[in-house]
T-cell receptor, first 114, second 110 residues
């Protein structure tokens, strides 16, 4: 298996622009997570899905952030409009339903908003 | 979920065993201890987990005290590639979130 795939790996954009981050989870996994990591705040959970349904989006910072999972093999995290404080590394992770909490992370997308 | 306490940083000589401590004094009876690590610029990687008994896999060993209030992750023969931030997390099954702390930055020195 190729693991969790994220694209793009790097994104540089200007304030006010729309940014879309993409994630392909591991086939067969029931859960998909979006995290954000910064030096100041560490690793934060933004939202997670179970069987394509959003379960908890309490970590989404503002209405400017939205996430979708139209099918089991694809998810997007959108920021519109983007701001410099959104600059961070965004990770997608997936896991399967089971007795253990083992999450598999993608390589991340490094977002820079100028 | 219970919280964990880890030292912010540790050094270890290459080839020696690296012992990373973690305190989780408020752990519940049905919570596991998980260890993940994050190598620079990569996503976190699962290492090992345990409930009560000591566990060993190809990456590491996990020693959990009898009262389950603390644990130690052991990398038996540390290499330079083991330099990373190591996170100790207590959680239940896949229905629960992982709460990430600051972890321990482990530096392996030649």
């Amino acid at each position: 298996d190729a693991g969790v795939i994220q694209s793009p790996r790097h994104e540089v954009t200007e304030m006010g622009q729309e940014v879309t981050l993409r994630c392909k989870p591991i086939s067969g996994h029931d859960y998909l997570f979006w995290y954000r990591q910064t030096m100041m705040r560490g690793l934060e959970l933004l939202i997670y899905f179970n069987n394509n349904v959003p379960i908890d989006d309490s970590g989404m910072p503002e209405d400017r952030f939205s996430a979708k999972m139209p099918n089991a093999s694809f998810s997007t995290l959108k920021i519109q409009p983007s701001e410099p404080r959104d600059s961070a590394v965004y990770f997608c992770a997936s896991s399967f339903r089971g007795p253990y909490n083992e999450q598999f992370f993608g390589p991340g997308t490094r977002l820079t908003v100028l | 979920d219970a919280k964990t306490t880890q030292p912010p940083s540790m050094d270890c000589a290459e080839g020696r065993a690296a012992n990373l401590p973690c305190n989780h004094s408020t752990i519940s009876g049905n919570e596991y201890v998980y260890w993940y690590r994050q190598i620079h610029s990569q996503g976190p990687q699962y290492i090992i987990h345990g409930l009560k008994n000591n566990e060993t896999n190809e990456m590491a060993s996990l020693i959990i005290t009898e009262d389950r209030k603390s644990s130690t992750l052991i990398l038996p023969h540390a290499t330079l590639r083991d330099t990373a931030v190591y996170y100790c997390i207590v959680s239940r099954d896949s229905n629960y979130q992982l709460i990430w702390g600051a972890g321990t930055k482990l530096i392996i020195k030649p």
